[in-house]
Every structure is written in structure tokens, then in C-alpha cells.
Nanobody, 121 residues
Framework: QVQLVESGGGLVQAGGSLRLSCAASGSIFSINAMGWYRQAPGKQRDMVAT???????NYADSVKGRFTISRDNAKNTVYLQMNSLKPEDTAVYYCNAEVRVKGTTFQYDEWGQGTQVTVSS
């Protein structure tokens, strides 16, 4: 019923920048929090940054001052601007949204398919 489509991943040198986008579509009544998570090989999936519908943000300590999360509520889209990238930022980045489906009071977590970010040293 609801899909999240990510874009913007790729290969970049250390110190470079990338911008990820994630657009939600489908039977959406509303979206509460949206966020980005990442998972490196052999590691668990960790929170990178989240943003509420009113714009309050939260960041992992490892990305504070380098990454910026933002959203366009009219487009049901969340962005992640990543600057000063480091090799340890290499991971698959997943978009997440707390979605309420049209015509219901049902709210659940939807995930994107993931986009690879690789930072070379």
C-alpha cells in the first residue's frame, strides 16, 4: 500500500558529499517521523538521523555536524545531506517512515529497499 523509494547513493572519496532522497507514495493519510538508518557488512542496522513531522531532528553522535536531515511534507520526501564523508560511513542506507494508511487508524513502520553509499579513502 505504501512504498519508499530511495535515491542518491554512490561512490565518493573521503571528504566528499552525497545527498540521499526518499519519496513515499501510495495510500498515505499521514507520515509521522521519517528517518535514515544504515547497516555496514556484519553489523546491525543503526539510526543515523530522524525528523518528526514538525521538524524536530535527532542525530547519531558519529554524524553530528556532518549530516543534515530535512523533509518536504508536501512531497512526502525526506533528504539526507552528507558532507565530510569518511570511509566508516560506508554502508547500505535505509529510509524509514511511520505511516498512517488512508481510511484506517493503522500506523506502521515502512522501509525502503536501501541504497549503497561507499566512501573510499
Amino acid at each position: 500500500q505504501v512504498q519508499l523509494v530511495e535515491s542518491g547513493g554512490g561512490l565518493v572519496q573521503a571528504g566528499g558529499s552525497l545527498r540521499l532522497s526518499c519519496a513515499a507514495s501510495g495510500s498515505i493519510f499521514s507520515i509521522n517521523a521519517m528517518g535514515w538508518y544504515r547497516q555496514a557488512p556484519g553489523k546491525q542496522r543503526d539510526m543515523v538521523a530522524t525528523i518528526t513531522s514538525s521538524g524536530s531532528t535527532n542525530y547519531a553522535d558519529s554524524v553530528k555536524g556532518r549530516f543534515t536531515i530535512s523533509r518536504d511534507n508536501a512531497k512526502n520526501t525526506v533528504y539526507l545531506q552528507m558532507n565530510s564523508l569518511k570511509p566508516e560511513d560506508t554502508a547500505v542506507y535505509y529510509c524509514n517512515a511511520e505511516v498512517r494508511v488512508k481510511g484506517t487508524t493503522f500506523q506502521y513502520d515502512e522501509w525502503g529497499q536501501g541504497t549503497q553509499v561507499t566512501v573510499s579513502s
